[in-house]
């Protein structure tokens, strides 16, 4: 779909203290402050009732916010009826109209706008086009599979050319070959329209794949907004860290600036949070999180790097999964650690023995709590 003259490119979108509140409940969306660039992609990722789609609801115009400004483009839309704000919209269930064919489907928010017929009938033809459907206009809903008919709800939801797309879980219906090529189609459609996109899922690995940033929610709050390097490398809160992948994690207290101490271990961890600054003040409740990649199995015995904190466990599992392999180690501590080692270098180390699980001291991430 090639963009024309008249197209208005992306809009910028800043929210500021949004909240929604039901009755007496907590607040479902509690405060929110985020801005949005024109033409971004940003994701809105959570477990499901920590707010992302009620965010998004409010952002078209479908929730009313209890409080807070939506500005889009710079104006404050929040009094605005969703068909006045200038927003594509795309949900999980499509919410196509069965009794007309994709054509008509994709050019209904034309006539709606009193667009005329010839120009209609050229920006649907570039519509089927972008979601590679060209030659299928007159297939009825039945008739595509549920892939195509999600194709044709993008389409239509970019026919007019809004500035932002929203998008609710798009492709939770869809089985995971047919979303893994629709997430590529989707970040191919952003590249071309350049318009901002939101898009909201609970899906972490649909999360880091498409997004120029991603806002995770919790409880009605963001807890940590960044790119998908700075959420998985350096998370600020606990939350984060257990939410987006895998995570090992070791809570103690921090006996001097750069030592944390728990029970059955002690280790040495970076003199800095995740955000940079200072790692605290000790005597502090603290907890150091290690990604499964990051931590390497040795034999009970061998020597430590220089460098390295090391932890004694006995292997209680092992688990091949054809591009990696899994560790699974019942530490001395108490604690369960995983190890994801290459499948070419899948340790010899069997089920029982005793083991060290080292890492580099750097490659530990301090956050409070």
Do not use: W
Not at 48 to 62: D, E, N, Q, R, V
Not at 70 to 85: M, N, Q, T
Request: hydrophobic content about 40%; aromatic content about 4%; overall charge neutral.
């Amino acid at each position: 779909m090639t963009r024309t003259a008249h197209d208005k490119g992306g809009a910028a979108v800043h929210l500021t203290e949004l909240t929604k509140r039901y009755g007496n409940a907590p607040a479902a969306v509690d405060a929110v402050n985020l801005e949005i660039a024109a033409g971004e992609f940003m994701t809105l990722l959570g477990p499901s009732g920590s707010g992302k789609t009620t965010t998004l609801s409010m952002i078209a115009g479908f929730t009313r916010a209890t409080s807070g400004r939506i500005e889009v483009g710079g104006h404050d839309v929040a009094g605005l009826p969703p068909y006045k704000r200038d927003l594509g919209v795309v949900f999980q269930h499509y919410a196509l109209f069965p009794h007309m064919t994709a054509a008509q489907n994709i050019a209904f928010p034309l006539k709606q706008r009193k667009v005329g017929k010839a120009e209609i009938a050229a920006r649907v033809a570039d519509a089927l086009d972008l979601v590679h459907l060209g030659g299928m206009g007159d297939r009825l809903p039945r008739q595509l599979s549920g892939g195509q008919q999600q194709r044709v709800a993008l389409a239509r939801a970019v026919v007019f050319n809004p500035r932002v797309l929203l998008m609710d879980e798009p492709l939770g219906a869809l089985d995971k070959k047919l979303r893994e090529q629709l997430q590529g189609e989707i970040a191919r459609m952003h590249r071309d329209l350049g318009i901002t996109f939101v898009f909201v899922t609970h899906d972490q690995e649909e999360a880091l794949a498409l997004s120029d940033r991603i806002a995770v929610f919790n409880e009605g709050r963001i807890e940590q907004v960044g790119t998908a390097a700075d959420l998985y490398e350096r998370p600020e809160t606990l939350f984060v860290a257990r939410f987006l992948g895998e995570s090992n994690v070791l809570t103690g207290t921090m006996t001097d600036p750069s030592t944390l101490e728990g029970h059955g271990f002690r280790v040495a961890v970076p003199r800095t949070g995740a955000s940079g600054g200072p790692s605290g003040p000790a005597s502090r409740t603290a907890s150091v999180v290690i990604r499964p990649e990051r931590l390497t199995v040795l034999p009970a015995d061998a020597r430590i790097p220089a460098g390295h904190n090391a932890l004694r466990g006995t292997v209680s599992g092992l688990t091949y999964l054809g591009a990696h392999s899994t560790v699974t180690v019942e530490l001395d501590c108490g604690e369960r650690a995983t190890v994801r080692e290459p499948a070419a270098a899948r340790s010899e180390i069997s089920a029982g023995a005793p083991v060290q699980l080292t890492r580099p001291i750097a490659h530990g991430v301090l956050v409070s709590g």
